[in-house]
């Protein structure tokens, strides 16, 4: 049946175990003498060879092994992504890996081997992470809803127990944040926060100053002070929230098909 589906098939996608392609005979070199156009993805978890090529893998596996799980959570523990990142990872990469492959087929008239594994994927994503630990010599840390290296960039509790996620990039949308949202000219040039590396570091005082001014205020004036000050804004949704979107309403994203 598989055989015969192929055929007429540009893409082959498999993630079968470590060797279980080659013993069906559904690996790239068992199948290209008979289907030469034939494009054939495999995804693996971690790759060929190496000591983990014959491990099985498996999302929360991977995201353990990659160092993710050491930079989610709160310092009080790790926490999984809430998403399946490994598994997103490496089905964008075989994504991207098969159009080349195609375009290639285009100009060459040959199928080929597009070779994906979740690790090498999730690898890639944390690079910016890995960066920071190998030549910084900080090492990311969890922080919760907070971003590792910027502050004021997190979620804060309002007056009304809702909370809003702000993001200060530099030190004029600092000014802006003191003058017209904290309504605290003096914060511009506290030694503790002048700075973006010393706010960071100061980001336990930063917060209790933060979430005191709002705490008399509604997540919803607190997110128009931050509108009008021009400070990137945004609300922390439910996925129910999330599904009822008023973005996706007005431009109709949810269709029935």
């Known amino acids: 049946m598989l055989f015969r589906s192929l055929r007429g098939a540009d893409v082959l996608v498999h993630n079968l175990g470590p060797g279980v392609a080659e013993r069906l005979g559904v690996d790239h070199a068992s199948l290209a ?24 893998a498996y999302d929360l596996l991977v995201q353990n ?7 989610t959570g709160t310092p009080g523990g790790p926490a999984k992504a809430g998403i399946s ?13 098969i159009l080349l492959a195609l375009r290639r087929r285009d100009e ?8 994906v594994s979740l690790f090498d994927a999730l690898s890639e994503w944390m690079m910016p992470h890995g960066y920071a630990d190998a030549y910084s010599g900080r090492a990311p840390r969890p922080s919760g809803t907070e971003h590792a290296s910027i502050a004021p960039y997190g979620s804060f509790r309002c007056g009304d127990g809702r909370e809003i996620c702000l993001a200060v990039q530099n030190d004029r949308e600092w000014q802006r944040f003191c003058d017209a949202v904290l309504e605290r000219p003096d914060l511009v040039s506290d030694d503790r926060f002048r700075v973006n590396p010393v706010r960071s570091d100061n980001r336990a005082a930063l917060r209790a100053i ?3 001014r709002f705490s008399g205020l509604t997540r919803a004036a607190v997110a128009e002070r931050l509108e009008a000050a021009g400070i990137a804004c945004a609300e922390q949704k439910s996925v129910r929230e999330f599904w009822q979107h008023p973005q996706h309403a007005a431009r109709d994203r949810w269709r029935t098909i």
């Open 85 to 97: 990142a490994a598994d997103i990872a490496a089905g964008m990469y075989a994504l991207c890996g």
């Open 33 to 56: 003498p008979a289907f030469p156009r034939l494009i054939v993805c495999e995804v693996s978890g971690y790759g060929e060879g190496g000591p983990y090529g014959g491990k099985k």
């Open 210 to 212: 933060i979430e005191d």
């Open 108 to 115: 060459t008239g040959c199928g080929g081997l597009v070779r």
């Open 65 to 71: 092994e990659t160092g993710l799980l050491a930079t």
